[in-house]
């Protein structure tokens, strides 16, 4: 059997274990993983909790210049609607030459390339380098509870390359910073002649407004052109028609540019709620990650870039991306990191998703000779 026909294989096999975020546990995931690690002769371990384990592996050199991370989740988020999928979501059907699958991009093709990569460069002796393996758990749902149990245990490693994939090299990410305004006001009857009330939502408008004149969304940088972004995703307050609100509830999601800090930009919402004037208020952080950007003159990032175009005949641009992702959570580490590369796919979180199993070899082989220079 080949090597493309090994991986393709085994990531197939991943398909079929639904690992959906909020619907199953990672556990089939991890024990399936870690199978296949023992089978190469490598020692895995499981990590984390019974409901969300992980799976780490070090694999040391004697004498090893260089520590290389590879790193991919393990779970997925949901299939949603079944019957808008052209074929079953875990069943990894290929037809020509795309297979389909929950999970086949985001990111189980990854945890089995890099599989395969890790265990083709051990072995090679030209390659003077330990590798850490590192599959989290419970990332799709925003927690990160993988990630951040395998921080304990991992090396300070001169390069991680994230699973994610794109024709595109991303060496960035925007962070974000995820808040709950809540305004309160008093209640009374909506009809009353003497006691009107304070509208709470009427607040919540003047908030709002004032926060969006902010321009935070509309911060930009080198490999950061899209911006800065602001949402206001969710909103509830009131409890029937002929009552005054007395409390209204914002949920704001900020995405983060690297010349964007947490604390600068709580200032600034503070000041815009405090000019309005006298409002009660409170702001609560519901989660926040830095975003970063490794430096796009990052030995490993050029010679993956000249390796690739050796490859495809030209090199691929580099970008930074919108979403965040465990990079985030990796990046305070301050390791040099790579969003993002990896072999054609589509329908990313939609129905039918997609990955063109004929660029795998290409991508391995890329990765391969790279890493095999990077560590010379």
């Given amino acids: 059997m080949s090597l493309k026909e090994e991986i393709i294989n085994f990531c197939g096999a991943l398909v079929a274990i639904p690992s959906q975020n909020h619907i199953n546990s990672e556990e089939g995931m991890a024990e399936a993983v870690f199978s296949k690690l023992r089978g190469f002769g490598f020692k895995p371990e499981i990590i984390g909790t019974k409901e969300h384990p992980s799976v780490i592996c070090h694999l040391e050199k004697p004498g090893a ?13 949901p299939a949603g609607d079944e019957t808008k999928w052209d074929y079953p979501p875990f069943e990894g059907k290929i037809d020509g030459s795309r297979m389909y699958g929950r999970g ?11 599989s395969y990569l890790a265990k083709e460069l051990y072995e090679n002796p030209e390659f003077n380098a330990s590798i850490f393996l590192g599959f989290d758990a419970d990332e799709q749902g925003g927690n990160f509870t993988g990630i951040k149990e395998i921080l304990k245990h991992a090396p300070r490693a001169d390069i991680c390359i994230l699973g994610y994939q794109g024709k595109e090299v991303s060496i960035g990410a925007r962070g974000w910073l995820r808040l709950t305004i809540t305004t309160l006001g008093k209640s009374a009857h909506t009809g009353s002649r003497l006691k009107k009330g304070v509208n709470a939502i009427h607040l919540m408008a003047q908030v709002i407004n ?12 080198p490999f950061f052109e899209f911006g800065s972004s602001l949402n206001v995703s969710q909103i509830s307050g009131g409890k029937i028609i002929n009552v005054v609100p007395d409390r209204c509830e914002a949920k704001l999601d900020i995405r983060l540019i690297p010349s964007q800090s947490k604390e600068e930009v709580l200032a600034q919402i503070k000041q815009a709620i405090k000019d309005i004037g ?18 796009p003159n990052n030995e490993f990032v050029k010679i993956l870039q000249s390796t690739a175009q050796g490859v495809l005949g030209e090199p691929p641009p580099l ?29 990313v979180h939609a129905p039918n998703e997609w990955i063109n199993v004929d660029t795998i070899p290409q991508v391995f082989e890329i990765y391969k000779q790279a890493l095999l220079e990077y560590c010379k």
């Fill in 278 to 295: 006298d409002i009660e208020y409170t702001i609560d952080e519901l989660g926040h990650e830095p975003a970063y950007l490794t430096d």
């Fill in 104 to 114: 086949v991009a985001d990111s189980k093709i990854a945890i089995a390339i890099f």
């Fill in 319 to 347: 970008i930074a991306s919108g979403q965040g992702s465990a990079g985030n959570v990796i990046s305070k580490l301050g390791i040099p990191i790579i969003n993002a590369f990896g072999v054609e796919s589509d329908n």
């Fill in 210 to 221: 004032s926060v969006n004149q902010l321009g935070l969304d509309a911060k930009t940088q």
């Fill in 65 to 77: 210049k260089k520590v290389i991370w590879l790193e991919a989740m393990l779970d997925t988020v």
